[in-house]
């Protein structure tokens, strides 16, 4: 795996493998993260990009984060914000039209082991604090997010299975499917997902959501890729990613839904290089473009008609944590 130097000194268009002939994709690098940061889930929220907490390196060894970084509107440097009531990481920050929200992830007991959390929190733009509200009905780390019609939709990932809760075999996939009513602060139970799983990524394209690829705690990397359709509650299966992959990122671009990074464990592991395109209307996967610095665990959203890859590691599990930040865009 090549491994290119940031920041680029020009922007680079990057084709390789089996890829489609017809699209021409720009990789261009946008301002890094005050720090290195891995195990985030950026939203964009009133037309900034803000990242919560997350996982570095220090000499001390893994650090769990309580930071919080805001992207200016102009996409050209970073702020810091009032921090994280605690330090976690893996928690889904999720942006509705007038709210941010951070929902569970990992803290640190006083043992120093991580525990997964049912922890809710709102971020108040006016004042700029972060406020505590009722608890989620699980525990819930890794998960993945929409927004469909206002209501916050949280699908799969690592739920406590017994009374331990502090090392990755305390832990079990969920199939839960709740939906948040923020308004009401009430949830609602949808139709489960249909293979439990973590370390996934979702985008809402049409009114229907996709779930693809995640990792189980028993099992290991999944290519599986699902699609809920709220009109009818059902859940079908659809192609699988072409590989196995974890700790990936994804957004809905373009009408279609690109797929970045990931993490695999075999033969010592690795980060995924590939950049996935699924085009929706013919349903089929292919591969457009490398990732000129490969990453896991990074986040993904889309502003200004670009793709914004933010943070990551580029090595399998928690070394290699990166400030990375890199844009992607179809030139079509």
């Known amino acids: 795996m090549v491994k290119l130097p940031f920041p680029l000194l020009c922007c680079v268009a990057l084709l390789s493998g089996p890829v489609s002939s017809a699209p021409d994709y720009y990789w261009s690098a946008g301002p890094a993260l005050p720090e290195p940061t891995q195990e985030i889930y ?23 984060r309580d930071t919080v970084y805001q992207l200016d509107s102009s996409g050209q440097s970073w702020h810091s914000l009032t921090k994280l009531p605690e330090p976690r990481h893996h928690a889904m920050l999720v942006a509705q039209e007038n709210a941010l929200w951070s929902f569970g992830g990992f803290i640190t007991a006083g043992d120093g082991q991580w525990v997964n959390t049912d922890s809710i929190l709102r971020f108040d733009k006016n004042s700029g604090k972060w406020e505590q509200k009722s608890p989620m009905p699980v525990t819930l780390s890794e998960t993945v997010s929409v927004v469909l019609n206002d209501k916050i939709h949280l699908i799969g990932g690592r739920s406590v299975k017994g009374r331990a809760n502090g090392r990755w075999h ?15 602060g ?106 000129p610095i490969p990453r896991h665990g990074l986040g993904a959203v889309v502003v200004n008609d670009q793709v914004w890859l933010i943070g990551g590691a580029t090595d399998a599990g928690a070394e290699g944590t990166s400030a990375v930040v890199s844009k992607f865009k179809n030139m079509n």
């Open 186 to 291: 009430v949830w609602k139970t949808a139709t489960p997902l249909p293979t439990p799983r973590n370390s996934a990524c979702a985008v809402e394209y049409d009114g229907k959501i996709h779930v693809i690829g995640g990792r189980q705690v028993d099992a290991g990397n999944l290519d599986t890729h699902e699609m809920y359709d709220p009109s009818t509650a059902q859940w079908q299966t659809l192609k699988p990613l072409p590989k196995k992959q974890a700790g990936l990122a994804c957004v809905a671009y373009r009408h279609s839904i690109y797929v970045f990074g990931g993490e695999h464990f075999v033969d010592g592991g690795d980060v995924f290089t590939h950049v996935w395109q699924y085009d929706i209307s013919r349903k089929k996967w292919e591969q457009v473009s490398t990732m």
């Open 42 to 64: 950026p939203a964009v929220f009133d037309n900034s990009v803000y990242v919560a907490g997350g996982l570095a390196e220090s000499e001390q060894g893994i650090v769990v």
């Open 170 to 184: 305390d832990h079990e996939d969920t199939d839960w499917h709740g939906i948040y009513d923020s308004e009401a």
